[in-house]
Structure formats: C-alpha cells, structure tokens
C-alpha cells in the first residue's frame, strides 16, 4: 500500500497569519464547496496513483526485473512527497495558488511521462535515469498535495485538525483505490499506456485547475488567474496534441527499437508482441520480440530448440507437454516423431498461439504444428495448470520452455514448488527438459535452476548448445541493443526422477541440423567442469535470481 500521508508537522494547529478561516467570496454555500474540495482530493488521488502505476508497468516492460523496478519507483517516490510535503509550507500563504499551480506541474509530468519512458528507451537505449527523474519529480508534487489541500478545506469550514485530516484522506485512499482499479482493468486495456497516461493528465489538470480558478478565484490576483488559466490552457493543449499524435509516435519509436521491418505489433493483456522482417520470403528472416525482448530468431532458432527437445525425447515420448512454448517451434520438434500421441501446450498468452497460428510467416517457421490434430492448447498459467486436476495425467516428456529465470514473472516457474509439481506429472522413467539460461554468462543463475531441480527429487544432467544470436546479447530472451554481439550459449537441464538421464539423440531422430550425441556429451562434460556448488534452491517464499 503506498503511503500519501503527509509527515507530521505540516498539518498546523492554527491556519498562518493572513488566511482567513471562513472567506466570504465563495461562490457556493461552504458545505457544497467543502465536497468539491473532497472530490477534486479523490480524482487528484486516483490520477496519482495511475502516475505512479504507469511509471512502474514502463520501468517492468523497459528494463525487466519487476521487483526492483517497483522497489526503486515506490521508494522514490515515497521519499519525494516527503519533500513535497516540507516543500509545501512556503506555498500556504497562497495555497489556491500553490494547488492550482501542482496539479498543472502534476498534469504534464505525468501525462507525458509514458512518453518520455519510451523516448529514451527507443533512441537513447536506457531509460533508467529517467524512471528515477520522473518518479522523484511526481512524487514532489503528489507530497505537496494534501497540506495545501488542509489549508483549502480549512478555509472553507473550519474544523478540527483531527477530522479536518480524516475527511482528506478518506477521499484521498478512496480515489487511490479507483484510479489502481481502472489503469489495469480500464486504461491499459482500453487506450494503452501512452494515451492512458496523457488522458489521465488531462482529467488532473481540468479538475485542479477549474476548483481554484472557479471555486477559490476571489483569492487571485487577476494576473495570477490570467496566467494559471494560461499555463492549464498550453498543458491541455500539449496533451491534445500528443494524444492526435501518439500513433505515429508509436511507430516511430517502434522503428527505432525494432527496425523499419517491423510487420505486426499486437498489445495483448499479457504482453507486446512485435513481428519483425517480410511478409514473404524465407522464414530465417523472422524476429519475435515479447516485451521488447527477442525470443525468437529465425536465423537460428532451431539450434535452441533443437538441443532443448530432442534429448528428452530419447525413450517413451507418446504423451508430451510443452510449458510455455506458445509460438509452437518446440512443439514442431516434437510432432517430427509419429509416434508421439498427443502433445498439451500450456501458454499464458493466448495472443501468441493465435499469432502463431495465423501469420504466415511465423505459422511457416513452426511447421504449422498448431494445424497438427494431436496438438492441443490451454491458455493458462503454468503453475496453476500443474496444481489443477488436468495435469494428473501423465506424460512422458516435459519441455519447460519459458522465459528466463531472471526475468521477475517467471520466477515462480523455476522454483522448487513448481518442480516438484512438474515431477508429480511425470511417467515412470518419463523426462524433464528445462530451459535454464545461458551457462557461460549467468553461470549462478544456471546452476540454481539445477540445484532446484535436484532439491524437487529430480536427478539432473546439464548441458548447454552454442549459437550466434542474431547481434543480441544474451539467451532466448536476449535485450535489444548489444549489437554484434559474439557466439553465445543456451544452457539447459535433463531430468528425471530414477537417476541422471544419458545425454543423446536417437540415430533415427527426424531431420536435425544442431545437435548430435557427440556434440551434446561434450556440452554436458564442458557444463560438468563449469559447475558451481553449494548454491540452495530457488522457492517460491525465497526465489534466488536476479
């Protein structure tokens, strides 16, 4: 819960000298100005909050890692309305003033503030520096808030402090509540982050702006109205401009990320998705990016895919799931066997399975699996699939097949709990292919996700293949921006429950172009040799990567 009080000492026993406590100029009776008041202190609070939300989902998506991103903002901005707030007491001789003149400082911040997030991440390549820039500056004038809004209120109807301070934050932590529900469930879905926050500008700034300069306008000077109805005027005026704009914005900056072949950029409820490369041609020339990261290569996926796989499928493999997976270039690799019966892809994402489905492009990279009548798909969280009663079953084969450990949301995924759950759905003599991150850059993380696997019941055997990755810098979900980077590695994990499973490849195994026996053992004694000892496992109420 984030905290919006004030610190004490802002909130005066008496109002400071020269401000009156009841003024006589009100346009309205002082009980219906006091609720305006109160309903500007609940939709100034429900735009803060979205601010604040806006700034931690951009600072997710850019960066990665959402513990840390949430850690950094929510402290920054914490200790910036404390700064406010002390700030504050040099604008309550002229609070009107001071609260008409925040929520337009607060309106373009804030409204402009996803835009800017993704300027410097698109043409700069960090956008760091300017999370912490803007989550400190909105949090100043969040903190300034409530003490000048306690010097409005007290102007209206004097009362006491006590219940003076209760009224306020009542409306203040309500308003918070409705502005934390309608950014994920209303704005994010329905307009998108960058409109979304340059709406919510626009609401912070007609309803602060219009309290003081119609409610409290007899305490202006006529030049102090003639200049903040200007300075609201020219903050709604940029933000109209950039909400007409804001497409080609988009498509501007997605350019400067992606490349000029960027062909399909869909805002799931999960994720961004963004295809890269012609709509026709050779299949190699793909990129799929999640979240702006690029998950899959077209140059030279099947080296990944490859090495994850088709180890697994030595020995019993006619019932497979495939965790995660949902561009379906693991399940190709499974379906190359005619034996297989049946394959079960769990997904969270139902908007990459229909992408992979549909686009010809990445529908002929993966072989057309999803058009395959043993194939199945459940769009549903992993964990939460294994815990359900579908996952009695048995299969033969798991391929976990998810986003790096490192990557926070999927943390949960390499655990010791999930694990152990993943085991619970395993056949006698059946095997686990888990995808662990690259060995030869996060050695510690690699090696957690195999001490979690052994602390699961699981006897492990590690391995890792090479390839080039595109000018990327790092595994599957390598980041954009470490252009011509060397050949690199993806690590990977066999396990299952009876003891160490051999590392090799059927002689029969259909069309592989990656892997071979040799080249596997090889891997596993380079990875043996590589190995990092005594670290404990990853669970869910103490996850060890970073």
């Given at each position: 819960?984030?905290?919006?009080?004030?610190?004490?000492?802002?909130?005066?026993?008496?109002?400071?000298?020269?401000?009156?406590?009841?003024?006589?100029?009100?346009?309205?009776?002082?009980?219906?100005?006091?609720?305006?008041?109160?309903?500007?202190?609940?939709?100034?609070?429900?735009?803060?909050?979205v601010?604040?939300?806006?700034?931690?989902?951009?600072?997710?998506?850019?960066?990665?890692?959402s513990?840390?991103?949430?850690?950094?903002?929510?402290?920054?901005?914490?200790?910036?309305?404390?700064?406010g707030?002390?700030?504050?007491?040099?604008?309550?001789?002229?609070?009107?003033?001071?609260?008409?003149?925040?929520e337009?400082?607060?309106?373009?911040?804030?409204?402009?503030?996803?835009?800017?997030?993704?300027?410097?991440?698109?043409?700069?390549?960090?956008?760091?520096?300017?999370?912490?820039?803007?989550?400190?500056?909105?949090?100043?004038?969040i903190?300034?808030?409530?003490?000048?809004?306690?010097?409005?209120?007290?102007?209206?109807?004097?009362?006491?402090?006590?219940?003076?301070?209760?009224?306020?934050?009542?409306?203040?932590?309500?308003?918070?509540?409705?502005?934390?529900?309608?950014?994920?469930?209303?704005?994010?879905?329905?307009?998108?982050?960058?409109?979304?926050?340059?709406?919510?500008?626009?609401?912070?700034?007609?309803?602060?702006?219009?309290l003081?300069?119609?409610?409290?306008?007899?305490?202006?000077?006529?030049?102090?109205?003639?200049?903040?109805?200007?300075?609201?005027?020219?903050?709604?005026?940029?933000?109209?401009?950039?909400?007409?704009?804001?497409?080609?914005?988009?498509?501007v900056?997605?350019?400067?990320v992606?490349?000029?072949?960027?062909?399909?950029?869909?805002?799931?409820?999960?994720?961004?998705?963004?295809?890269?490369?012609?709509?026709?041609?050779?299949?190699?020339?793909?990129?799929?990016?999640?979240?702006?990261?690029?998950?899959?290569?077209?140059?030279?996926?099947?080296?990944?895919?490859?090495?994850l796989?088709?180890?697994?499928?030595?020995?019993?493999?006619?019932?497979?799931?495939?965790?995660?997976?949902?561009?379906?270039?693991?399940?190709?690799?499974?379906?190359?066997?005619?034996?297989?019966v049946s394959?079960?892809?769990?997904?969270?994402?139902?908007?990459?399975?229909?992408?992979?489905?549909?686009?010809?492009?990445?529908?002929?990279?993966?072989?057309?699996?999803?058009?395959?009548?043993?194939?199945?798909?459940?769009?549903?969280?992993?964990?939460?699939?294994?815990?359900?009663?579908?996952?009695?079953?048995?299969?033969?084969?798991?391929?976990?097949?998810?986003?790096?450990?490192?990557?926070?949301?999927?943390?949960?995924?390499?655990?010791?709990?999930?694990?152990?759950?993943?085991?619970?759905?395993?056949?006698?003599?059946?095997?686990?292919?888990?995808?662990?991150?690259?060995?030869?850059?996060?050695?510690?993380?690699?090696?957690?996700?195999?001490?979690?696997?052994?602390?699961?019941?699981?006897?492990?055997?590690p391995?890792?293949?090479?390839?080039?990755?595109?000018?990327?810098?790092?595994g599957?979900?390598?980041?954009?921006?470490?252009?011509?980077?060397?050949?690199?590695?993806?690590?990977?994990?066999?396990?299952?429950?009876?003891?160490?499973?051999?590392?090799?490849?059927?002689?029969?195994t259909?069309?592989?172009?990656?892997?071979?026996?040799?080249?596997?053992?090889?891997?596993?004694?380079?990875?043996?040799?590589?190995r990092?000892?005594?670290?404990?496992p990853?669970?869910?109420?103490?996850?060890?990567?970073?």
């Amino acid at each position: 819960m984030i905290d919006r009080s004030a610190p004490r000492g802002v909130l005066p026993a008496a109002e400071p000298r020269g401000v009156q406590t009841v003024p006589a100029a009100l346009p309205v009776q002082p009980r219906t100005g006091r609720l305006l008041v109160l309903a500007t202190v609940f939709v100034c609070a429900a735009c803060g909050l979205v601010y604040e939300l806006e700034l931690l989902a951009l600072g997710s998506y850019l960066i990665g890692d959402s513990v840390t991103q949430a850690s950094v903002v929510l402290s920054v901005m914490v200790f910036a309305m404390g700064v406010g707030s002390l700030l504050a007491k040099r604008l309550r001789t002229r609070p009107a003033f001071g609260f008409a003149a925040i929520e337009a400082g607060l309106a373009l911040l804030g409204g402009f503030s996803a835009m800017a997030l993704y300027a410097s991440f698109a043409w700069l390549g960090e956008s760091r520096p300017a999370l912490v820039a803007f989550s400190f500056a909105i949090g100043v004038l969040i903190g300034a808030e409530i003490p000048l809004l306690m010097v409005l209120i007290q102007r209206i109807r004097r009362q006491d402090a006590g219940g003076a301070v209760a009224d306020l934050f009542a409306a203040d932590y309500v308003g918070a509540l409705v502005g934390g529900l309608a950014f994920p469930f209303l704005l994010l879905p329905v307009l998108g982050q960058l409109t979304g926050a340059m709406l919510t500008g626009t609401v912070n700034a007609v309803v602060g702006g219009g309290l003081v300069l119609w409610l409290f306008r007899r305490d202006l000077s006529r030049r102090c109205r003639w200049l903040l109805f200007a300075v609201n005027a020219a903050v709604l005026a940029g933000l109209a401009c950039a909400t007409l704009l804001a497409d080609d914005f988009e498509r501007v900056a997605r350019t400067a990320v992606y490349g000029a072949e960027v062909r399909v950029a869909v805002q799931t409820g999960v994720q961004e998705l963004v295809l890269t490369g012609p709509s026709t041609g050779s299949p190699r020339s793909l990129d799929l990016y999640l979240d702006g990261r690029l998950r899959v290569s077209g140059y030279d996926e099947y080296r990944y895919h490859e090495a994850l796989v088709h180890p697994a499928m030595t020995g019993p493999h006619a019932r497979v799931l495939v965790l995660g997976g949902g561009d379906g270039l693991a399940a190709r690799e499974v379906l190359r066997y005619p034996d297989v019966v049946s394959v079960t892809v769990v997904e969270l994402d139902p908007g990459v399975v229909e992408l992979a489905r549909t686009d010809p492009m990445l529908s002929a990279l993966n072989g057309r699996a999803y058009e395959d009548p043993r194939l199945g798909v459940v769009s549903q969280d992993a964990f939460r699939w294994l815990r359900g009663p579908a996952a009695r079953a048995r299969f033969d084969v798991i391929v976990s097949d998810l986003p790096d450990p490192g990557i926070t949301p999927s943390t949960k995924l390499y655990s010791q709990e999930f694990y152990g759950l993943a085991a619970r759905a395993l056949n006698r003599g059946g095997r686990i292919a888990v995808h662990a991150g690259p060995l030869g850059t996060r050695p510690r993380t690699y090696w957690t996700v195999e001490s979690t696997l052994r602390a699961a019941g699981l006897r492990t055997t590690p391995y890792s293949a090479g390839g080039r990755l595109s000018g990327f810098a790092a595994g599957p979900d390598r980041t954009l921006g470490a252009a011509d980077a060397p050949p690199q590695d993806w690590g990977f994990v066999l396990a299952a429950r009876e003891g160490p499973p051999e590392l090799r490849v059927d002689r029969d195994t259909p069309a592989l172009r990656a892997v071979s026996t040799r080249g596997l053992q090889d891997a596993a004694r380079d990875a043996a040799r590589a190995r990092l000892t005594g670290l404990p496992p990853s669970t869910l109420p103490h996850p060890r990567y970073s």
